[in-house]
């Protein structure tokens, strides 16, 4: 298992950077004010595909030989990392094939197809996705890249806790949702050198709590189909995040589908962003642990901005 380093990430950087934007950082008196604590949002939600794992997807694509991008990429996912790849695919003109779950949210799916992205579906759960992704992979030949357990898309993702740190002047901690634990293994591997004395806290889903229930236990826990509103947090960690997570992640919080609902109207309404469920899960915890919080600097990762507007989860 080769596991990626700080200097991984900054060539990632330098490979991505005339594809990807470089997301601002945005603060809300209103929330400071109800959570106690000083809160910059990095919005990668502004990301042309509306979600961070383009830095991931790109670098992984712009990292193959010519040889190796003759026959594409291919991946499986639950919806952004499958625009993403699609994104950067389109870019460097290569094909895409990814597997999603028929349950996967349809703007996602118009948002993989309108870049160019092949779809085929599975049923929502980790087992269907892994065999069904086989038989593709098998019929077109593309290069795999795991939607997070890939040592190129976490230095990838690595690269927007470097750019947050240098536009907030430092941090004491910051906190982003955790399903696979892509972002997160990408912080831990930036912060660990940029800025060790900040704290990499993950926020999870109750309904999907297979990582807060690893970090207890020390060992992987993974649920097959969890369900919750926080669609982009179902899959479960693998041994490369593993490594980050019971390395470097001080503490895994949990937050309830009402509560995750709630934060992100509240962002909604006093960021003003669009912002899907998943990347409301950190400001749910924020919000219920108010004292772990309170009088800091935190930072925290807007990780998508991809919603289906017909379903909104708080419209019956």
Same mark, same amino acid.
């Given at each position: 298992m080769y596991i990626p380093t700080y200097q991984d990430m900054l060539d990632a950087h330098e490979r991505i950077r005339p594809h990807i934007r470089r997301t601002p950082v945005r603060t809300s008196d209103y929330l400071n004010e109800v959570t106690g604590a000083e809160i910059?949002?990095?919005?990668?939600?502004?990301?042309?595909p509306g979600a961070f794992k383009v830095r991931g997807a790109?670098?992984?694509?712009?990292?193959?030989?010519?040889?190796?991008?003759?026959?594409?990429?291919?991946?499986?996912?639950?919806?952004?990392?499958?625009?993403?790849?699609?994104?950067a695919a389109r870019l460097r003109g290569i094909p895409?094939?990814?597997?999603?779950?028929?349950?996967?949210?349809?703007?996602?799916?118009?948002?993989? +197809?309108?870049?160019? #992205? $092949?779809? !085929?579906?599975?049923?929502?759960?980790?087992?269907?996705?892994?065999?069904?992704?086989?038989? @593709?992979?098998?019929?077109?030949?593309?290069?795999?890249?795991?939607?997070?357990?890939?040592? +190129?898309?976490?230095? #990838? $993702?690595? !690269?927007?806790?470097?750019?947050?740190?240098?536009?907030?002047?430092?941090?004491?901690?910051? @906190?982003?949702?955790?399903?696979?634990?892509?972002?997160?293994?990408?912080i831990c591997l930036t912060l660990a050198t940029l800025a060790p004395e900040t704290r990499v806290i993950a926020a999870e889903p109750e309904q999907a709590d297979d990582a807060y229930r690893s970090f207890k236990a020390g060992h992987i826990i993974a649920d097959d189909?969890?369900?919750?509103?926080?669609?982009g947090l179902l899959v479960p960690l693998k041994d490369l995040t593993w490594h980050f997570v019971k390395t470097h992640v001080?503490?895994?919080?949990?937050?309830?589908?009402?509560?995750?609902?709630?934060?992100?109207?509240?962002?909604w309404k006093h960021l003003r962003v669009v912002m899907e469920p998943s990347s409301a899960v950190p400001l749910a915890t924020i919000l219920k642990t108010p004292d772990l919080f309170r009088g800091r600097r935190v930072g925290v990762i807007i990780t998508g901005g991809n919603v289906d507007l017909d379903k909104l989860p708080w419209i019956a």
């Open positions: 910059f949002f990095k919005c990668e939600n502004f990301q042309e790109t670098n992984a694509v712009f990292g193959l030989s010519e040889a190796q991008a003759e026959k594409g990429v291919a991946t499986h996912s639950s919806g952004n990392h499958a625009s993403c790849l699609s994104y895409c094939n990814v597997v999603m779950p028929h349950t996967a949210p349809q703007a996602k799916k118009d948002t993989v +197809r309108r870049y160019g #992205g $092949q779809i !085929t579906e599975c049923e929502p759960s980790t087992s269907s996705r892994e065999a069904t992704f086989a038989k @593709v992979q098998a019929a077109t030949g593309g290069d795999f890249v795991h939607p997070y357990n890939d040592p +190129r898309v976490i230095a #990838g $993702q690595g !690269t927007c806790s470097k750019e947050l740190i240098e536009q907030t002047d430092g941090l004491d901690m910051v @906190v982003a949702p955790i399903g696979g634990g892509g972002m997160i293994s990408g189909a969890p369900r919750t509103i926080a669609d001080s503490d895994i919080l949990t937050a309830s589908d009402p509560e995750i609902i709630e934060a992100m109207k509240l962002t």
